[in-house]
């Protein structure tokens, strides 16, 4: 049998590529010709024009989202003898990396609407943390699918408690909460600028903001072997840093970035309105929050006759994520779960599916995606 021909894909990188050639090959020209290809004028320059863009005094390129994650909390001096708390639904990025910097994780659930985490569950832990754990010094809450979580009742709970705020935000470039930029409401972010990112690089490429001098100057220290001098370590460091071609590209992006954001909820808006009055509910946007659709993520318990339904009509469909991080074989058994266990996160993972959604999608696309949306609801 024939397999239905794909005419949505769910995400292309190659076409936002193809969208931004000329600028783009022009900037990958100008970094070739200048012969310096890592830690020179390009990175300095970006870092520069992001730290302005999100409204922060300074910005640290690296390897990638992980690396970012992992030096926000090396940065803040966080790593064996702390407890990092995080949610299960998040790609597991975000608790390798706090393996990565030597803490340990403890794993929340989410709020079901928004798939953020709970703020009332992590008031718990911090309250009465869970026993055999090492005191809790941060806790990283992820902007999932370019959704802001609920931080006011989050800061609070933390500033109560001396704990730190690392934000997770590698789907949420230019999303807002109350006006004010994520990113900018914590003691620091990550980004990843992942080929598929609202923002993205062409290859892997990551980058911390802060309002803390001193924080970004230990991380910028930390990123390179944990020099301030040239082949002298002040301190222990890694290699995990942003070449300048990658760099180059996301200057040419960064400008764009509002336009394509845009773009992505004009295609939300026209799923809602395909959605109306069907089965599938579109996706909750938080009250005083400007969703900026890494994902546009609808959840059915006939997930797979959706999804194929969805097949048979062209569009491509994607799981973020098909299982919680806890229930993966790396880390089951072996991972601490706040008192609600998880059990909306795992609900959530066996009904969750993302639908086509880039700012290169065509009209004539997003219409192929509707209709089969209304097909699938009829």
Not at 132 to 140: K, N
Not at 146 to 153: L, N, R, S
Request: with cysteine; net charge negative.
């Amino acid at each position: 049998m024939d397999l239905p021909v794909i005419t949505v894909p769910q995400a292309d990188p190659g076409a936002a590529y193809r969208a931004q050639q000329p600028a783009i090959d022009a900037a990958i020209a100008r970094v070739l010709q200048s012969g310096w290809y890592i830690l020179g004028s390009e990175g300095a320059a970006f870092e520069q024009e992001f730290a302005e863009w999100l409204g922060l005094s300074r910005a640290v390129g690296c390897a990638n989202g992980t690396d970012a994650l992992v030096l926000a909390l090396r940065g803040l001096g966080i790593g064996a003898g702390a407890t990092v708390v995080t949610v299960s639904h998040t790609a597991v990025a975000t608790v390798a990396a706090i393996e990565m910097a030597g803490a340990t994780p403890l794993l929340l659930d989410i709020d079901p609407d928004t798939y953020t985490m709970d703020a009332d569950e992590l008031r718990a832990v911090l309250n009465d943390p869970p026993p055999g754990l090492p005191p809790i010094r941060a806790v990283i809450p992820v902007h999932i699918y370019g959704q802001a979580c609920d931080m006011a009742p989050l800061l609070e709970a933390c500033r109560a408690a001396g704990v730190a705020v690392i934000e997770d935000c590698a789907q949420a470039h230019g999303a807002t909460l109350d006006g004010r930029m994520l990113g900018t409401l914590g003691d620091v972010a990550a980004f990843s600028l992942y080929p598929t990112k609202n923002l993205a690089a062409l290859g892997d490429a990551g980058i911390v903001a802060t309002g803390n001098a001193e924080l970004a100057d230990r991380m910028a220290a930390i990123r390179q072997y944990g020099w301030k001098r040239r082949y002298l370590s002040d301190m222990v460091g890694v290699n995990s840093r942003l070449d300048e071609l990658q760099a180059a590209v996301l200057r040419v992006r960064l400008p764009l970035l509002a336009a394509a954001n845009a773009r992505r909820q004009a295609i939300a808006a026209a799923y809602d309105a395909a959605l109306a009055g069907g089965p599938l509910a579109p996706p909750v946007r938080r009250p005083g929050a400007e969703h900026v659709f890494h994902q546009y993520v609808v959840r059915s318990r006939e997930r797979e006759e959706v999804m194929a339904r969805l097949r048979s009509q062209g569009v491509a469909t994607a799981i973020h994520y098909p299982m919680p991080v806890h229930l993966q074989e790396a880390y089951q058994g072996r991972i601490a779960l706040g008192p609600a266990a998880c059990a909306e996160t795992e609900a959530a993972s066996r009904e969750v599916l993302s639908l086509p959604i880039h700012p290169e999608l065509t009209d004539a696309q997003v219409e192929t995606v509707c209709a089969a949306l209304r097909l699938t609801a009829g």
